[in-house]
Protein backbone atom coordinates (compact mmCIF):
# COMPACT_ATOMS: atom_id res chain seq x y z
CA UNK A 1 0.00 0.00 0.00
CA UNK A 2 1.59 3.57 -1.03
CA UNK A 3 0.09 5.42 1.68
CA UNK A 4 0.26 3.62 5.19
CA UNK A 5 -0.39 6.37 7.20
CA UNK A 6 -3.77 7.58 5.56
CA UNK A 7 -4.44 5.29 2.75
CA UNK A 8 -7.30 6.07 -0.44
CA UNK A 9 -9.33 3.21 -0.93
CA UNK A 10 -11.79 3.11 -4.06
CA UNK A 11 -14.86 1.38 -4.05
CA UNK A 12 -16.61 0.79 -6.75
CA UNK A 13 -19.11 -1.86 -8.78
CA UNK A 14 -21.78 -2.12 -10.93
CA UNK A 15 -25.15 0.28 -10.11
CA UNK A 16 -26.92 -1.15 -7.00
CA UNK A 17 -24.76 -3.26 -6.11
CA UNK A 18 -24.06 -2.54 -2.53
CA UNK A 19 -21.46 0.32 -2.81
CA UNK A 20 -23.12 2.80 -0.61
CA UNK A 21 -24.16 0.55 2.64
CA UNK A 22 -20.84 -1.64 2.20
CA UNK A 23 -18.79 2.25 2.79
CA UNK A 24 -21.55 3.98 5.44
CA UNK A 25 -20.90 0.81 7.52
CA UNK A 26 -17.00 1.24 7.60
CA UNK A 27 -17.22 5.31 7.92
CA UNK A 28 -19.58 4.71 11.07
CA UNK A 29 -17.55 1.34 12.71
CA UNK A 30 -14.03 2.65 12.18
CA UNK A 31 -14.95 6.49 11.56
CA UNK A 32 -13.31 6.53 7.69
CA UNK A 33 -14.06 9.55 5.29
CA UNK A 34 -15.94 8.78 2.72
CA UNK A 35 -16.18 10.89 -0.08
CA UNK A 36 -19.22 10.32 -2.65
CA UNK A 37 -18.38 11.02 -5.96
CA UNK A 38 -21.53 10.87 -7.29
CA UNK A 39 -23.00 13.94 -4.59
CA UNK A 40 -19.84 15.83 -6.19
CA UNK A 41 -21.07 15.17 -9.33
CA UNK A 42 -24.70 16.79 -8.21
CA UNK A 43 -22.25 19.98 -6.84
CA UNK A 44 -21.04 20.10 -10.32
CA UNK A 45 -24.47 19.97 -11.76
CA UNK A 46 -25.26 22.83 -9.67
CA UNK A 47 -22.42 24.58 -11.34
CA UNK A 48 -23.72 27.55 -13.76
CA UNK A 49 -20.90 27.13 -16.07
CA UNK A 50 -21.44 23.27 -16.86
CA UNK A 51 -25.38 23.97 -16.80
CA UNK A 52 -24.40 26.10 -19.78
CA UNK A 53 -22.01 23.62 -21.24
CA UNK A 54 -24.98 20.62 -21.00
CA UNK A 55 -27.62 22.72 -22.02
CA UNK A 56 -25.85 23.60 -25.26
CA UNK A 57 -25.11 19.72 -25.74
CA UNK A 58 -28.15 18.16 -24.94
CA UNK A 59 -30.85 20.92 -24.92
CA UNK A 60 -33.01 22.80 -22.15
CA UNK A 61 -35.50 20.15 -21.68
CA UNK A 62 -32.99 18.19 -19.36
CA UNK A 63 -33.81 21.26 -16.90
CA UNK A 64 -36.34 21.27 -14.85
CA UNK A 65 -39.26 23.46 -14.22
CA UNK A 66 -36.91 25.76 -11.67
CA UNK A 67 -33.94 25.92 -14.31
CA UNK A 68 -31.71 23.16 -12.69
CA UNK A 69 -30.51 20.00 -14.58
CA UNK A 70 -32.87 16.99 -13.78
CA UNK A 71 -30.66 13.81 -13.74
CA UNK A 72 -33.52 11.56 -14.34
CA UNK A 73 -34.34 13.69 -17.63
CA UNK A 74 -30.53 14.02 -18.19
CA UNK A 75 -30.46 10.46 -17.27
CA UNK A 76 -33.13 9.20 -19.62
CA UNK A 77 -31.02 10.55 -22.66
CA UNK A 78 -27.66 9.40 -21.77
CA UNK A 79 -28.15 5.81 -21.22
CA UNK A 80 -29.78 5.29 -24.09
CA UNK A 81 -27.34 7.06 -26.32
CA UNK A 82 -23.60 5.88 -25.99
CA UNK A 83 -22.04 8.70 -27.53
CA UNK A 84 -24.42 11.04 -25.04
CA UNK A 85 -23.05 9.14 -22.43
CA UNK A 86 -19.50 9.70 -23.23
CA UNK A 87 -19.94 13.54 -23.60
CA UNK A 88 -21.75 13.97 -20.66
CA UNK A 89 -18.30 12.56 -18.60
CA UNK A 90 -16.26 14.39 -20.97
CA UNK A 91 -17.64 17.50 -19.39
CA UNK A 92 -17.93 16.36 -16.05
CA UNK A 93 -15.43 13.93 -15.09
CA UNK A 94 -12.78 16.64 -15.13
CA UNK A 95 -14.00 19.22 -12.58
CA UNK A 96 -15.44 15.83 -10.37
CA UNK A 97 -11.83 14.56 -10.14
CA UNK A 98 -10.63 17.99 -9.21
CA UNK A 99 -13.11 18.26 -6.41
CA UNK A 100 -12.41 14.83 -5.47
CA UNK A 101 -8.23 14.98 -5.37
CA UNK A 102 -8.49 18.28 -3.87
CA UNK A 103 -10.73 17.16 -1.00
CA UNK A 104 -8.35 13.96 -0.26
CA UNK A 105 -5.26 15.81 0.18
CA UNK A 106 -6.66 18.09 2.46
CA UNK A 107 -7.98 14.96 4.09
CA UNK A 108 -4.60 13.54 4.52
CA UNK A 109 -2.95 16.44 5.11
CA UNK A 110 -5.31 16.96 8.27
CA UNK A 111 -4.38 12.94 9.44
CA UNK A 112 -7.31 12.31 11.74
CA UNK A 113 -8.98 9.75 9.04
CA UNK A 114 -7.53 6.05 9.28
CA UNK A 115 -8.83 5.77 5.69
CA UNK A 116 -10.53 7.94 2.97
CA UNK A 117 -12.44 5.67 0.85
CA UNK A 118 -13.85 7.06 -2.60
CA UNK A 119 -17.01 5.61 -3.99
CA UNK A 120 -17.77 5.87 -7.95
CA UNK A 121 -18.85 4.05 -10.10
CA UNK A 122 -16.70 5.19 -12.98
CA UNK A 123 -13.70 4.91 -10.78
CA UNK A 124 -11.50 2.74 -13.21
CA UNK A 125 -12.35 5.01 -16.30
CA UNK A 126 -11.35 8.16 -14.54
CA UNK A 127 -8.32 9.65 -13.11
CA UNK A 128 -9.43 8.89 -9.77
CA UNK A 129 -7.50 5.37 -10.01
CA UNK A 130 -4.12 7.09 -10.20
CA UNK A 131 -4.57 8.12 -6.53
CA UNK A 132 -5.99 4.90 -5.26
CA UNK A 133 -3.88 2.83 -2.66
CA UNK A 134 -6.66 -0.09 -3.26
CA UNK A 135 -9.57 -1.08 -5.31
CA UNK A 136 -12.59 -2.60 -3.86
CA UNK A 137 -15.48 -4.00 -5.66
CA UNK A 138 -18.68 -3.95 -4.69
CA UNK A 139 -20.31 -6.83 -6.96
CA UNK A 140 -24.14 -8.74 -6.90
CA UNK A 141 -26.52 -11.09 -8.99
CA UNK A 142 -27.91 -8.70 -12.35
CA UNK A 143 -31.26 -9.76 -11.23
CA UNK A 144 -30.16 -8.76 -7.43
CA UNK A 145 -28.90 -5.06 -8.87
CA UNK A 146 -32.15 -4.95 -11.35
CA UNK A 147 -34.82 -5.20 -8.76
CA UNK A 148 -32.76 -3.11 -6.56
CA UNK A 149 -32.50 -0.31 -9.41
CA UNK A 150 -35.95 -0.83 -10.73
CA UNK A 151 -37.19 -0.13 -6.67
CA UNK A 152 -35.07 2.71 -5.68
CA UNK A 153 -35.45 4.87 -8.78
CA UNK A 154 -39.12 4.16 -9.72
CA UNK A 155 -38.25 2.40 -13.38
CA UNK A 156 -39.37 -0.03 -15.56
CA UNK A 157 -37.46 -3.18 -16.43
CA UNK A 158 -36.69 -1.81 -18.99
CA UNK A 159 -35.31 1.15 -18.03
CA UNK A 160 -33.06 -0.68 -15.19
CA UNK A 161 -32.00 -2.92 -17.72
CA UNK A 162 -30.41 0.51 -19.89
CA UNK A 163 -29.23 1.96 -16.57
CA UNK A 164 -26.90 -1.93 -15.90
CA UNK A 165 -26.21 -1.91 -19.54
CA UNK A 166 -24.60 0.93 -20.03
CA UNK A 167 -22.44 0.34 -16.86
CA UNK A 168 -18.81 -0.90 -16.73
CA UNK A 169 -18.86 -5.26 -16.65
CA UNK A 170 -18.78 -6.38 -13.56
CA UNK A 171 -16.90 -9.42 -14.29
CA UNK A 172 -13.93 -7.09 -15.58
CA UNK A 173 -14.36 -4.53 -12.46
CA UNK A 174 -13.85 -7.89 -10.38
CA UNK A 175 -10.73 -8.50 -12.36
CA UNK A 176 -9.83 -5.30 -11.88
CA UNK A 177 -10.10 -5.42 -7.72
CA UNK A 178 -8.01 -5.66 -4.41
CA UNK A 179 -10.28 -7.20 -2.97
CA UNK A 180 -14.18 -8.32 -3.30
CA UNK A 181 -17.29 -7.48 -1.03
CA UNK A 182 -20.38 -9.57 -1.98
CA UNK A 183 -23.37 -7.28 -1.88
CA UNK A 184 -25.76 -9.63 -1.83
CA UNK A 185 -24.87 -11.12 1.07
CA UNK A 186 -26.96 -11.13 4.24
CA UNK A 187 -25.72 -7.68 5.89
CA UNK A 188 -24.48 -9.65 9.03
CA UNK A 189 -21.87 -12.02 7.16
CA UNK A 190 -21.09 -8.71 4.51
CA UNK A 191 -19.78 -6.55 8.08
CA UNK A 192 -18.05 -10.00 9.09
CA UNK A 193 -16.29 -9.62 5.48
CA UNK A 194 -15.71 -5.99 5.62
CA UNK A 195 -14.45 -6.39 9.80
CA UNK A 196 -11.78 -8.50 8.54
CA UNK A 197 -10.67 -6.15 5.31
CA UNK A 198 -10.69 -3.67 7.94
CA UNK A 199 -8.34 -5.04 10.21
CA UNK A 200 -6.13 -5.62 7.50
CA UNK A 201 -6.09 -1.97 6.67
CA UNK A 202 -5.58 -1.11 9.81
CA UNK A 203 -2.53 -3.67 10.70
CA UNK A 204 -1.15 -2.19 7.80
CA UNK A 205 -0.83 1.19 8.78
CA UNK A 206 -0.30 0.09 12.26
CA UNK A 207 1.44 -3.29 13.34
CA UNK A 208 0.90 -3.21 16.85
CA UNK A 209 -2.60 -2.08 16.46
CA UNK A 210 -4.14 -5.95 16.42
CA UNK A 211 -1.72 -6.77 19.59
CA UNK A 212 -3.06 -3.56 20.93
CA UNK A 213 -6.74 -4.86 20.76
CA UNK A 214 -6.06 -8.01 21.59
CA UNK A 215 -4.41 -6.55 24.74
CA UNK A 216 -7.36 -4.14 25.60
CA UNK A 217 -9.98 -7.56 25.27
CA UNK A 218 -7.85 -9.03 27.85
CA UNK A 219 -7.93 -6.63 29.87
CA UNK A 220 -11.84 -6.09 29.75
CA UNK A 221 -12.07 -10.10 30.36
Request: aromatic share 4%.
Amino acid sequence: MRNKKCPVIGVTGSIAAGKSTAVQYLVDKYHAVLIDADKVGHEVLDDRKMRRQLTNRFGKDILDRLGRISRKKLGAIVFADPAGLRDLNSLTHPEICRRIYERTEAIRQEGTAPAVFIEAIELLRSPLKDMIDEVWVVWADDEVRLNRVMLRQNLTREEAEARLNAQFPQEELKAAADRLIDGGLPLEEEYRLLDRMMDDILADICPLCDEERESELEESK
